[in-house]
């Protein structure tokens, strides 16, 4: 590490209290996409925080869309896109909170909050460290862009079409995606990017009404309907079966499989946190870690038909559905994946299962060689001390093939979280240690993106 | 039809207004089992009721039931059992009633109130019925015994053993069933038996709580555990693939393919009123007959699992359940129906499914050319100057085995009921021509049941 860094971080720990003051003016504002809360000032709060942190800025939006920050400072041969977004998921249930979620609370060096985490924090700490570089390193060796926007925990819907209009001040050679987190062993990790999401309702009528139960062995059950048509997406085994959707899973490459060798998966720590003996399909070690980063998933997350409550109730119902969540990995997209079912479900005769369309976002991967996650690795390691786990994808998901496949830029994500986050949770928050060592390592990553010897 | 019976049918239609009046007072009593409601007070009124009828009769009751009527009167070579309950359904939904459910009113010419169809009308009735015979025919050419229960409608729990201790006052040659209606066409029905039932809630828990559907590739999911435990019960064909279930089955006799030859059936009525295009499997004409009445039901009344409200909710389900109804057919039995269903389940390793019990009760059917059986088609074909359709089995369920099966009684049902009768449903009701029908009947029955001359 340069000398030049020790300058850095003495300017980074002595404004702690500073930093996490600004921050918690930040988490403080109620930005709640879903409810279209404190949209218009948090979106004012955050351009002038960036206009002072010496990015020429503007709002800009398409129509029906929130404000979406665009700013630029520096120059050099190399262009770096800072993505984060400013609003929030709701905070409920409030109930569970200990304290409440837009009153940001420091307790055993954690800073709680709704979006202290998700994704205030990083935008925050990012700024900061700009600053702070340009304090104490010096002029910055980069072009840096950003793209902050406000609709990403509603699904982004205007991103696209926004990141269309506006791509010559977005383009870049690399991009910083919001999020990262520390295991839960402690290690710092570096992720290259996130599974897509095809969100559907699969809903079957059957009867004008419900009837009475005793007709079941004559007039068909949409419940038995809607079984036997999720039977036929996935086996017992855990392998997905709709016709042909495999297929277009990549096999993973010798780098893939080197990554996954190399990537810590605490395997009894899962059993333990999800009270299970194993794993779907018996699976472990390396096959375990393939499902998980690179497979897609098909999931049932809610079930619901007839009579729900206590006894019986002779019923034969007249609608069921299901709510069922497919996370994508390169190269199926949601589009993809819903004409897949719907072909799949009619070849079997399930035309009176409907498809119903919710969240959708496509996947997007980058490779583990690429100069923006060098960048990412070097800088954490130099902060850290130690090497980064890297995650070839995330199992969530987000907007960065709207942004990064569509601008063709490189992605790397990591941040500020820590595995109890909590995340869209009660009681979401970071680690005040974890926000200070993001800044700097936010630092060193700007360095080692410019080509700078670290 | 012997001349005696004019007399009978002029005294009965000269009493319609007392007669209803009767009846309505009965059902002003809010004899809600399921809620332990007026079970005392309508017992003491039916006894009363009884005794001024001319039967010599006591309420007895077994440790923690309710007060059962049994009593006797008359004398002959023959004795006629007649088995009513006095407990009602509850009345829920209250707001789709047009008139409250407990204050009887005339409509159209229709008796509205919750019992007047199911069961407290049959029960009145037939009381009535035998005051009028012996005021116009003459004492009573047989020996009639009546048992008249109070916990119908939530599982009849302690009647097999009230009929065990008391099997001395029930024995009879026969036993005339609570109910019966006339189907839609408005012919008069015989039913020679009801279906058995065994009603269980299925239910997997998976992981120790609800999980984030990211990880639905690797950690076990309870709805789909449930669902392929489901799709090995029933296929999509309608066939019950239980192991070993429909081996149970008897095999239709000739005499069961005559009735069902004869038995009319209103496929396209059946469609209309339930929205659909086919029955299950396409199944129509004999084979439609044979499915309904003489064979096993397999129908999902309930499913409940995770998320289901609006939108997405990206979440892996702890817990998923699933309420099941078998409709018995002989020689199936509740207990023997849930010891497949477990062997069935475990020998594919759906240990994980736990099976509740709830409502269970065994099949009775009885042959068409019983001597009660013969008097109740003379019965209703001197009444109605037609042939009344014979079914062989009612494809609802109710406690006849507890007393018919054990104590050797061949059994035969018909009523006052019409097929909008709204049993167990808002607005039940009776045509008041139905019941001074059934009054008449009722009274030819128990001459023919007798072997006088028709």
């Known amino acids: 590490m340069p000398d030049v860094f020790a300058a850095f971080d003495a300017h980074v720990r002595a404004r702690e209290r500073e930093y996490v003051d600004e921050l918690s003016a930040l988490v403080r504002l109620p930005t709640v996409s879903a409810q279209g809360s404190a949209i218009a000032e948090t979106a004012a709060a955050v351009l002038g925080r ?100 406000g609709e990403e925990e509603i699904g982004s819907e205007h991103l696209a079409e926004l990141v269309r209009v506006h791509a010559d001040r977005l383009r870049a050679d690399g991009c910083i995606w919001e999020a990262g987190y520390k295991d839960a062993a402690g290690r710092p990790t570096v992720s ?36 036997w048509a999720l039977a036929s997406l996935k086996d017992e085994s855990g392998t997905i079966i709709v016709d042909g959707l495999m297929d277009h899973v990549r096999v993973p490459s010798a780098a893939d499989l080197a990554l996954l060798r190399a990537l810590p998966f605490d395997e009894a720590g899962w059993k333990r946190i999800h009270g299970i003996d194993g794993f779907v399909g018996g699976a472990t070690g390396l096959e375990l870690k393939r499902k998980y980063f690179l497979e897609p998933t098909c999931t049932i997350c809610g079930l619901r038909s007839g009579y729900q409550g206590q006894g019986s109730k002779t ?34 005769g399930f035309t009176d299962v409907a498809i119903t369309p919710h969240h959708g976002e496509r996947p997007s991967r980058w490779p583990s060689d690429t100069d923006v996650a060098k960048a990412a690795v070097a800088a954490n390691r130099a902060t850290y001390g130690t090497e980064p786990v890297v995650y070839p994808l995330m199992a969530g998901s987000g907007p960065m093939a709207q942004v990064c496949d569509q601008l063709g830029i490189p992605a790397v994500g990591f941040g500020s979280g820590n595995a109890g986050s909590a995340n869209h949770a009660p009681n979401e928050n970071i680690v005040i240690a974890d926000y200070i060592d993001h800044i700097r390592a936010f630092g060193r990553f700007l360095h080692a993106f410019a080509g700078r010897p670290m």
Not at 199 to 211: I, K, N, S
Not at 317 to 325: I, Y
């Open 192 to 227: 290259l990017g996130l599974k897509g999401i095809c969100y559907v309702d699969l809903e079957v009528r059957g009867t004008a009404l419900d009837a009475h139960s005793s007709v079941g062995g004559i007039v068909p059950n949409a419940a038995w309907r809607l079984v």
């Open 315 to 348: 019923v034969l119902p007249a609608v069921a559905s299901a709510k069922v969540d497919f996370r994508l990995v390169p190269d199926l997209t949601p589009e993809l994946v819903r004409s897949l079912l719907r072909a799949h479900l009619d070849s079997r």
């Open 50 to 149: 960036a206009q002072r942190a010496g990015f020429v800025a503007t709002a800009e939006r398409v129509s029906g869309g929130p404000p979406t920050i665009i700013g630029e400072q520096g120059s050099g041969d190399r262009t770096l896109l800072i993505y984060d977004h400013y609003d929030v998921q709701p905070p409920d249930p409030l109930e569970e909170w200990r304290t409440p979620p837009f009153e940001p609370t420091i307790r055993d060096g954690s800073l709680f909050g709704r979006g202290t985490s998700d994704n205030k924090g990083n935008l925050m700490a990012r700024l900061q460290a700009v600053e702070a570089y340009k304090a104490t390193v010096g002029p910055l060796p980069l072009r840096l862009r950003i793209l902050f926007e």
